[in-house]
């Protein structure tokens, strides 16, 4: 079943850290809106209509270079790009110069308070909101530190220089110690969570790969103890045949039969290790299942009784929950997983479903994955269709309402129509 391209919409299709990120760039983006909001546009309200389109107008320009070094600077801090040094200049350059230049407005201009009001404005917010996107840029609770203290004791040091009263300057640059303070720590919080959430998702995707790891280790080992063992018995007989044929012993005969049946023997177990046709128990796979998915950080919870099953719709049914299992752990990005078997009206359905449903490569998840087998013997979902087909069942698969996945398993009890009711 293919599942539609365009489940979840646009932020159901992005990964949590990929929200994580898209939320914090939109917030260093409205910063720009609310620095033009904040600063230039109150200033119409407070000094003539040619100087303030001016102000607003540089005020504006300012808050367009914040929001783009905040985007740049964001990338580097994840290591998509080099360190944004020129962006960097340009603002440091530009906050510097607007708050000086609104100060000498405010000390030669023609005065009054509105005139005083606005350019105290301008002065504390560009510079606010001009550090606090610097700040981005840097690494280290140090330099972080170095860059307010800079400002603070940059607009102390300019305000006395020009004439300005020690207590009025004094004040002032508290009010920059608390603006650029705040959004300095606004963004080194934000990039450390979401630092702090890339991790977290690297260390799920590890968890998740290591499960899967000890699953094939599990495997690997069921067919290295049927090997093992039937390889020994092989190599011992095959030596005692080679002794009697020397001797002329017509047992050299019987012990080469009995070499050709343990290898033909071999070559069946073999296989139905490969191709998973070993008799199962169901409830040794869901209860594997449930600790993989939890080792992984996945809140799993199994539903339903599998007693009693036929052997081959264990089997068949067992498969399923493996591949089901791995595409949770893989292709989507889950955090519950719900696995059900019922038994009704004949039949045994097995339900998975997770709220993590994520199309990949356009087409269905999960298809593509063979598990190693290849071919018609992989253990995909086309593998899995063929495996319950062969037991008369059916399988689905597909998103369903927008941001959970689910595969069904239908199996028919033939011949086991006095096999309990619903185990759900």
């Not at 007989?237 to 002329?248: D, I, N, P, W, Y």
Request: proline residues 2%; contains cysteine.
């Amino acid at each position: 079943m293919r599942t539609p391209g365009g489940s979840g919409g646009w932020w159901g299709r992005k990964s949590t850290p990929g929200k994580v990120e898209t939320y914090t760039r939109s917030s260093f983006h409205l910063f720009a809106v609310v620095e033009v909001a904040a600063v230039g546009l109150p200033l119409f309200a407070q000094v003539r209509p040619n100087l303030a389109g001016w102000m607003t107008a540089v005020v504006v320009v300012h808050a367009l270079l914040c929001s783009a070094t905040a985007s740049r600077a964001l990338d580097w801090t994840r290591d998509r790009r080099a360190q944004p040094v020129r962006l960097l200049w340009a603002l440091g350059t530009l906050t510097v110069l607007l708050p000086v230049a609104a100060l000498v407005l405010q000390e030669q201009g023609p005065g009054g308070d509105d005139l005083r009001t606005a350019t105290s404005t301008v002065f504390v917010g560009v510079l606010g909101f001009g550090v606090g996107t610097l700040t981005l840029g840097v690494r280290g609770r140090r330099h972080v530190l170095a860059v307010v203290a800079g400002a603070v004791g940059g607009a102390l040091v300019v305000q006395l220089s020009l004439g300005v009263a020690a207590p009025a300057a004094l004040g002032t640059a508290v009010a920059v110690l608390f603006s650029a303070g705040g959004l300095a720590f606004t963004a080194a919080f934000s990039v450390w969570l979401l630092d702090a959430v890339y991790e977290l998702d690297e260390a799920r995707e590890t968890r998740a790969r290591l499960a899967v790891a000890e699953e094939r280790l599990r495997f690997g080992r069921d067919l290295h103890d049927v090997m093992g063992r039937n390889l020994s018995v092989i190599a011992l007989k095959s030596e005692l045949a080679v002794q009697l044929a020397r001797r002329g012993r017509a047992e050299a005969v019987e012990q080469m039969i009995e070499v050709q049946r343990i290898a033909r023997e071999s070559q069946r177990e073999v296989r139905e290790v490969v191709r998973g046709y070993r008799e199962a128990d169901l409830r040794l796979e869901l209860a594997g299942a449930q600790g993989v998915l939890a080792a992984a950080g996945i809140d799993c919870e199994v539903t339903g009784d599998a007693a009693g099953l036929p052997v081959e719709v264990q089997s068949a049914l067992g498969w399923v929950v493996r591949e089901a299992t791995t595409n949770v752990l893989r292709h989507g990005d889950a955090g519950r997983c719900v696995v059900g078997v019922r038994v009704a009206e004949g039949r045994v359905v097995l339900t998975v479903e997770n709220d993590g449903a994520k199309v990949v490569g356009g087409g269905d998840v999960g298809a593509g994955d063979d598990g190693g087998g290849g071919g018609k013997g992989g253990s995909g979902l086309v593998g899995l269709r063929e495996r319950l087909t062969a037991v008369g069942g059916e399988l689905e698969a597909g998103a369903v309402d927008g941001d959970r996945f689910r595969v069904v398993a239908t199996v028919p009890l033939v011949g086991a129509a006095g096999t309990g009711g619903s185990a759900s």
